[in-house]
């Protein structure tokens, strides 16, 4: 999806990090109260540390939700995360992206338009009304309310099983988007196999199935991915185990399904933070995930040691878009009384949204 951030102005561009540093805890400072800065797991250093709450992304709209004193919610993350906040949040709260480039490439993976596209090429070929639409979190507000509008739920990496296992007692079949391997592994975790899942190619007709395939399928996981995540490769996992025999390997869902039939655990984000914690000193652990969130796991591990799976992953070009020259620049704004890169979520879109999160909350 095209989003345009304008260039900063070359004060923020030229400034040195003491210069950008004094500029935010001054604003900070001035707005006190009235502001309340989120910094989801994967940010910079140089953002998080001036992150009054961290997390995943739901968790973070939810403590915005918390704070009806926060005039100004400046979401350190992505895209799809600020319009979950602005969902959550009370009218009077504004919601920031400081970077409007700032996305999550999965999430842009599937559109309102395609979804659309395939339930009504699935409605000619099934009984439409024995399918259960569910998305990840990592998703448009707009894909929120489709699902919420068509009996579905939305899901996150933590939950996700739990929440297809209520689809199915609903329905005969799911159609999973837009990240096929939290669908994939999900499903194995129920006991389904590969014969129970097809893969939906949007850019394809009837998603490049047959009737047959529709017919067949229990779950229908749509064709997108993390791009950080389809990275890692069962050759990292045997190659960490050649060099570390003793050594741990975490994964994130959202990789493929042959590395996390690998890996010594699997789970979410924050599940990922609990096995280092709980992992014994002097472990050597590999994970599965963003590098960022890697790094600062292992600065704040000290006695154990903790490395990417993948020794040249590369960070996500779009979560890792704020820094803090923009933080600067929205935080200033805010104290001149300009609230710049908005996010917001219309009534209809919201309302559609919010029923598909509350019966996610409902089904976990």
């Known amino acids: 999806m095209l989003r345009i951030q304008n260039r900063l102005p070359d004060r923020y561009l030229d400034a040195t990090p003491e210069h950008l540093d004094e500029w935010i805890g001054a604003a900070k400072a001035t707005l006190g109260d009235r502001v309340f800065v989120l910094g989801h797991h994967y940010q910079r250093d140089e953002v998080m540390r001036w992150a009054d709450a961290r997390g995943d992304s739901f968790r973070l709209s939810v403590l915005a939700q918390e704070r009806p004193e926060a005039d100004y919610i400046v979401f350190c993350g992505v895209h799809f995360m600020a319009e979950s906040a602005d969902i959550l949040?009370?009218?009077?709260?504004?919601?920031?992206?400081?970077?409007?480039?700032?996305?999550?490439?999965?999430?842009?993976?599937?559109?309102?338009?395609?979804?659309?596209?395939?339930?009504?090429?699935?409605?000619?070929?099934?009984?439409?009304?024995?399918?259960?639409?569910?998305?990840?979190?990592?998703?448009?507000?707009?894909?929120k309310a489709f699902v919420g509008e068509h009996g579905g739920a939305v899901c996150?990496?933590?939950?996700?099983?739990?929440?297809?296992?209520?689809?199915?007692?609903k329905g005969d079949k799911v159609l999973f988007f837009p990240d096929q391997h939290l669908g994939r592994n999900s499903g194995y975790a129920m006991g389904y196999t590969e014969d129970d899942m097809r893969v939906w190619n949007p850019r394809l007709e009837l998603?490049?199935?047959?009737?047959?395939?529709?017919?067949?399928?229990?779950?229908?996981?749509?064709k997108g991915h993390c791009s950080v995540h389809q990275r890692f490769r069962p050759e990292h996992v045997e190659a960490f185990r050649a060099e570390h025999p003793d050594g741990i390997v975490v994964a994130h869902p959202e990789c493929a399904r042959e590395v996390c039939e690998l890996a010594d655990q699997v789970g979410s984000t924050d599940y990922i933070i609990r096995a280092i914690e709980a992992a014994p000193p002097g472990s050597t652990i590999a994970v599965g995930t963003e590098i960022h969130l890697v790094n600062r796991l292992n600065e704040e591990t000290p006695d154990k040691t903790v490395l990417s799976l993948d020794p040249l992953v590369c960070p996500c070009s779009t979560m890792f878009r704020i820094d803090a020259p923009h933080l600067a620049w929205v935080l200033e704004s805010l104290v001149e009384g300009r609230v710049v890169n908005q996010i917001t979520v219309d009534p209809e879109t919201t309302t559609w949204a919010k029923v598909a999160l509350e019966r996610m909350l409902a089904i976990t």
Request: glycine share 4%.
């Open 156 to 169: 996150t990496s933590t939950n996700a099983k739990a929440v297809l296992e209520w689809a199915l007692a």
């Open 207 to 222: 998603g490049g199935l047959t009737e047959a395939d529709c017919k067949d399928a229990t779950l229908l996981l749509w």
């Open 89 to 143: 949040t009370a009218d009077h709260q504004q919601v920031v992206l400081p970077d409007l480039n700032a996305g999550c490439s999965m999430a842009d993976m599937a559109d309102i338009d395609e979804v659309t596209e395939a339930w009504e090429s699935l409605a000619d070929v099934v009984d439409i009304e024995r399918v259960v639409p569910i998305t990840y979190m990592n998703s448009s507000a707009a894909l």
